[in-house]
């Protein structure tokens, strides 16, 4: 059976991990073809090595990495920080890792950044399980202004 990991952090503001197991639990072949591994880290300059374990001590054949950084300038120069350690465990074991931040400073009113985080941890979910099983969907969706946490942009006129 594959594996497909979800690993988020205590920092975040809203629990994406939940929405990101959710959506992937409503996937074809849940149970049966693949099962989810979540774990979940203190902040998210903890994701990286995470999602590396994952893929070298768990077998996940991808990763989806949540994390939401606060709105002080530190916590964004933190976040790109987090980003390269994501990006770094993608190259040291072929691995793809789909990073989902959603950053504080997105939406002012707290439900609406609510929203942003449901939206976003379940679409990139869904993209995880696409990539493994369903590439096709992405290709049809290529170029189309396809968003996650907000509305899709749709595509430019031709």
């Known amino acids: 059976m594959d594996r497909i990991g979800v690993v988020d952090t205590m920092f975040a503001r809203y629990d994406m991990g939940a929405e990101a197991v ?3 639990e409503t996937c074809p072949g849940y149970g049966e073809r693949f099962e989810v591994i979540r774990r979940t880290v203190p902040g998210f300059k903890d994701l990286g090595v995470a999602c ?3 893929v070298e001590l768990d077998d996940c054949k991808i990763v989806v990495a949540l994390g939401m950084p606060g709105k002080a300038p530190i916590d964004q120069v933190c976040a790109h920080e987090a980003s390269q350690g994501i990006m770094l ?3 040291l074991t072929s691995t793809h890792v789909l990073e989902v931040f959603v950053h504080e400073h997105e939406e002012e ?3 609406k950044l609510a929203e942003v985080c449901v939206n ?3 679409k990139h979910a869904r ?3 696409w990539m493994l099983y369903e590439p096709e969907q992405l290709a049809r969706r290529a170029g189309q202004g396809v968003r ?3 509305e899709d942009a749709g595509p430019l006129g031709t």
Do not use: F, I, M
């Open 89 to 91: 465990a993608q190259l």
């Open 22 to 24: 959710g959506e992937l």
């Open 52 to 54: 590396k374990r994952l």
């Open 148 to 150: 996650q946490g907000y």
């Open 120 to 122: 976003r941890a379940r």
């Open 127 to 129: 993209n995880a399980y």
């Open 109 to 111: 009113d707290p439900a």
